[in-house]
T-cell receptor
Framework: KAGVTQTPRYLIKTRGQQVTLSCSPISGHRSVSWYQQTPGQGLQFLFEYFSETQRNKGNFPGRFSGRQFSNSRSEMNVSTLELGDSALYLC?????????????FGPGTRLTVT | DQQVKQNSPSLSVQEGRISILNCDYTNSMFDYFLWYKKYPAEGPTFLISISSIKDKNEDGRFTVFLNKSAKHLSLHIVPSQPGDSAVYFCAASDNTDKLIFGTGTRLQVFP
C-alpha cells in the first residue's frame, strides 16, 4: 500500500497570504489528523476528520481550518498567515476513528512565512 | 499547558549500551501511550505502545514502562544502535481520537 502523501513538500509564503495543504491518506483509512511541529513545541494537534466530519479540534485560532472529501483526502487551510505559522505540518491517517492510536504519518509540508 | 512532557531535549549513548527516554504526563484521563520515532525529512513512525492496564510492553530491543501513580513512562532501547539515532516523541490519548505529543528527545547513538 502507498503511504500517506502530502503536497506540496515545501512552501514559502508571505505574511497575510493564505495557504492550502493537501493530504492523501493510506487507502482504506478514513481518519485524517493534522499536526503542527515547531522547535520546542513538539507536535501539536490541529484537528481530526473522519468521514468528512471534524471530530476533534485542537487549540488553534480560526485561521486554521480543514476539510475532508468523500475519498478521505483532506486539505488544511491557513488564512492571513503570520510569521509564527512557519512550521512543519504533518498529517496522519488511521483506519477508523476510535482506533486512531496508531497513526501513520506523511512526510510533512514545510511552510515558511516571510 | 504541556500535558505531555519530555524534559530531556537530547540524549547521547554509546552503541551497545541502554538508552532510556523519559516522558511525564499530567492528565490522569490518558489511557493509552505511544512512542514515535522521527528521522529528518520524514514523518514520525510508530514504535511501540502501552495501555494503561499494563505496566510494561516489550517488542524486540524496545521496552516501554508505565508508572501510573507517578504519571511517568519510559522507553528503553537495548542494545542501542547507530540507526536508532532520531528524535523520539511520546504521545498520549484519552480515547478522543487525538494524540497529545511531547516535545521530543533527540537520541544520538555513537560508536
Amino acid at each position: 500500500k502507498a503511504g500517506v502523501t502530502q503536497t506540496p513538500r515545501y512552501l514559502i509564503k508571505t505574511r497575510g497570504q493564505q495557504v492550502t495543504l493537501s493530504c492523501s491518506p493510506i487507502s482504506g483509512h478514513r481518519s485524517v489528523s493534522w499536526y503542527q511541529q515547531t522547535p520546542g513545541q513538539g507536535l501539536q494537534f490541529l484537528f481530526e476528520y473522519f468521514s468528512e466530519t471534524q471530530r476533534n479540534k485542537g487549540n488553534f485560532p480560526g485561521r486554521f481550518s480543514g476539510r475532508q472529501f468523500s475519498n478521505s483526502r483532506s486539505e488544511m487551510n491557513v488564512s492571513t498567515l503570520e510569521l509564527g505559522d512557519s512550521a512543519l505540518y504533518l498529517c496522519a491517517s488511521s483506519q477508523t476513528s476510535g482506533n486512531s492510536y496508531e497513526q501513520y504519518f506523511g512526510p510533512g509540508t514545510r511552510l515558511t512565512v516571510t | 499547558d504541556q500535558q505531555v512532557k519530555q524534559n530531556s531535549p537530547s540524549l547521547s549513548v554509546q552503541e551497545g549500551r541502554i538508552s532510556i527516554l523519559n516522558c511525564d504526563y499530567t492528565n490522569s484521563m490518558f489511557d493509552y501511550f505511544l512512542w514515535y520515532k522521527k528521522y529528518p525529512a520524514e514523518g514520525p513512525t510508530f514504535l511501540i505502545s502501552i495501555s494503561s492496564i499494563k505496566d510494561k510492553n516489550e517488542d524486540g530491543r524496545f521496552t516501554v514502562f508505565l508508572n501510573k501513580s507517578a504519571k511517568h513512562l519510559s522507553l528503553h532501547i537495548v542494545p542501542s544502535q547507530p540507526g536508532d539515532s532520531a528524535v523520539y516523541f511520546c504521545a498520549a490519548s484519552d480515547n478522543t481520537d487525538k494524540l497529545i505529543f511531547g516535545t521530543g528527545t533527540r537520541l544520538q547513538v555513537f560508536p
